[in-house]
């Protein structure tokens, strides 16, 4: 054959290909980056960086925590940071505990933190490259493909340019994966709590708790839910806690702002594309109810051997990015785990169609995030391809 996608041939010169794909995104990325640290405006994006909410948010909790959510503060904030657009306030639309943490970030000028909080970024994510390769045991192969479609993946670079908190998210719910697959019950509650400062990703540690119930795992869950919030009324009050709740209601119903449907990679991004507007809600919740019921069998599966184990941890995290109603370019970053599990699955030696389809995979959302035109969200659509095939390698490899 010409092509043999196990031959070393190949392998050896798809490295370099990821590689100068990944510096070359990375470059691309890294010059917004600095207009952003430097100029305080994206000049690639015509949105303010999610890092404006982040500042905001931690200079009121500073300066006066009972106006965290007053919009017309965070305006003024933002308005003597980027003067340009002052038209305009990025809310900040995160549980209040979070700011308490986020709180440091006001001590420090608005560059400062956003480098502080790149730096941050930088750590965790490395931290948590660390714990899948541990965890997983992976060769050096493996080890060297999880770092290069981390390079290639797009989330990971739109999360470091808005100062995001996905990788944080990455992190936790790795420190999750692993801490249910060891059976570790005070563990798995204490992460599977610690996930709530993103509700959206909330409902699948709860899932995965509730499948097969682990009662310890449960006391401990709520056990960190009850400190939270117990931290959330102590740093804005009653009325803090409601003005939150309306300020999650009015996200849904797009009274403060819209959440760009179209620019996410889920199951209501493709409902939306496809469908007209008076059903395409319903095929939504119809599609979803589908996937819940698809995504509980498969959190009931007891894995027999490690490629069942592999192949069950893709599919719930596939489930859960289709799931959730609320997934955007910076929470790609969360594909890191499944690739992981991908790279052990398919063996010490990766096959280079595996190697090339996790660079593929990584690098097609920038298509839809720089095109101004309307596209047909093709990852939710790789996605659902994937839940309904057979992952398992055909021919057997080492472990």
């Not at 933190?113 to 490395?126: G, H, K, Q, Y």
């Not at 059903?279 to 599609?287: A, E, I």
């Not at 920038?366 to 390698?393: E, K």
Request: glycine share 4%; proline share 6%.
């Amino acid at each position: 054959m010409f092509f043999d996608p196990n031959k070393e041939f190949w392998r050896r010169r798809l490295i370099p290909v990821a590689l100068g794909l990944g510096l070359g995104l990375s470059l691309f990325m890294g010059s917004c980056w600095w207009h952003v640290f430097y100029y305080h405006s994206a000049p690639c994006s015509a949105y303010k960086p999610d890092f404006f909410a982040f500042y905001s948010g931690a200079k009121l909790t500073w300066e006066e925590r009972s106006s965290l959510y007053d919009l017309d503060k965070q305006s003024a904030i933002q308005k003597s940071i980027d003067p340009a657009h002052a038209d305009w306030a990025l809310p900040y639309v995160y549980p209040p505990f979070l700011a308490f943490f986020l709180m440091p970030l006001a001590w420090v000028s608005f560059s400062t933190a956003f480098m502080v909080m790149t730096v941050t970024n930088l750590l965790l994510l490395l931290s948590a490259l660390i714990l899948l390769k541990r965890n997983l045991s992976l060769s050096g192969q493996q080890s060297q493909w999880l770092i290069l479609s981390t390079l290639c993946n797009f989330g990971v670079h739109y999360t470091i340019l808005e100062g995001q908190t996905s990788i944080l998210a990455l992190l936790i719910l790795s420190l999750f994966v692993f801490a249910s697959t060891a059976d570790k019950r005070f563990a798995t509650g204490f992460w599977s709590g610690f996930i709530s400062f993103k509700p959206q990703l909330l409902f699948l540690p709860i899932l995965i708790l509730l499948s097969r119930p682990r009662w310890r795992a449960l006391v401990t869950f709520t056990a960190v839910i009850l400190v939270l919030c117990v931290l959330s009324y102590a740093l804005v009050g009653i009325v803090g806690i409601k003005e939150y709740l309306a300020v999650t209601r009015a996200i849904e119903t797009k009274d403060i702002f819209r959440d760009y449907v179209e620019r996410m990679h889920n199951l209501r991004a493709l409902a939306y594309f496809l469908f007209p507007l008076r059903w395409r809600d319903y095929v939504w919740w119809g599609g979803s109810l589908v996937l819940l019921i698809f995504l509980i069998r498969i959190c009931r599966i007891i894995p027999q051997d490690d490629a069942s184990l592999a192949i069950k941890w893709i599919k719930i995290f596939l489930a859960m990015i289709l799931l959730t109603p609320h997934f955007h370019d910076h929470d790609l970053t969360l594909m890191i785990i499944p690739t992981a599990f991908v790279l052990k699955l398919y063996g010490k030696v990766v096959p280079s169609y595996v190697s090339l389809s996790l660079v593929i995979v990584g690098l097609l959302p920038l298509i839809r995030s720089t095109l101004n035109v309307p596209l047909l969200p093709f990852m939710p659509v790789i996605f659902i391809a994937l839940l309904l095939i057979d992952l398992r390698p055909k021919r057997s490899q080492p472990n």
